[in-house]
């Protein structure tokens, strides 16, 4: 399958950790890359690659992968970790196309 | 620090063409082992890859949108850009341009940095 799904919202507690689910065949072969994205600004990279932090990204953001299923997880969640995020990879069945989760909706109450 | 902007027309009329550019600042298009994409968001929805180019110009598109989609670059300005023709309300969306760089070891790209994004509304 050439789809990354993902579940469409979660809430968390302040100060709680939340975990984010993707799901594909891709994840099988390729690490699921993740995204914040705040409304009205672009995404940004906050986990790439088995469990890699671009610099800035605080270290409660963490990955792992089990099958085909990849996971964020941000442990003691903050106000400011409220935001959609999607998981990307590669799609294995189709030339190596580029492809997007469908999102997560994450708030933190 | 590698910056992205989209820049273009904000509205296209339906059956038209929707062309946008991406000016790369901050490092040559030609550098690294990367590749230039074009990513689109309609408003409420999720992200849609639309396609990859390389410097060398060699492209790879979604499948959905093959048929109405031209990438092409210019290393001379630091440019890509992207034409998507016969557009529909359908097409109305922001669009950012994202630099893929490769993961090592591992395999795979990922996408930093991405541009703000450029709203693009297909109306008469």
């Known amino acids: 399958s050439s789809e990354l799904t993902q579940d469409p919202a979660v809430s968390v507690a302040l100060g709680q950790t939340v975990r984010i689910t993707c799901q594909g065949d891709?994840?099988?072969?390729?690490?699921a890359n993740w995204y914040q994205q705040k409304p009205g600004q672009a995404p940004v990279l906050v986990i790439y690659?088995?469990?890699s932090r671009p610099s800035g990204i605080p270290d409660r953001f963490s990955a792992s992968t089990s099958g085909d299923t990849g996971s964020l997880t941000i442990a003691g969640a903050q106000a400011e970790d409220e935001a959609d995020y999607y998981c990307?990879?590669?799609?294995?069945?189709?030339?190596?196309?580029?492809?997007f989760g469908n999102g997560t909706k994450v708030t933190v109450l | 620090q590698v910056q992205l902007q989209e820049s273009g027309p904000g509205l296209v009329k339906p059956s038209q063409t929707l062309s946008l550019t991406c000016t790369v600042s901050?490092?040559?298009?030609?550098?690294?082992?990367?590749?230039w994409s074009w990513i689109r968001q309609p408003a409420g929805k999720g992200l849609e890859w639309i396609g990859r180019?390389?410097?060398?110009?060699?492209?790879t598109y979604n499948p959905s949108l093959k048929s109405r989609v031209t990438f092409s670059v210019d290393t001379s300005k630091n440019q890509f850009s992207l034409k998507l023709s016969s557009v529909t309300a359908a097409d109305t969306a922001v669009y950012f341009c994202?630099?893929?760089?490769?993961?090592?070891?591992?395999?795979?790209?990922?996408?930093?940095?991405w541009g703000q994004g450029t709203l693009v509304t297909v109306s008469s």
């Open positions: 690659g088995k469990n």
């Open positions: 891709s994840l099988r072969s390729y690490y």
């Open positions: 990307n990879s590669r799609d294995t069945s189709r030339n190596h196309l580029d492809v």
């Open positions: 180019i390389y410097p060398s110009g060699g492209t």
């Open positions: 901050g490092d040559s298009i030609t550098s690294g082992s990367y590749y």
């Open positions: 994202a630099r893929g760089v490769p993961i090592l070891a591992v395999g795979g790209y990922y996408y930093d940095p």
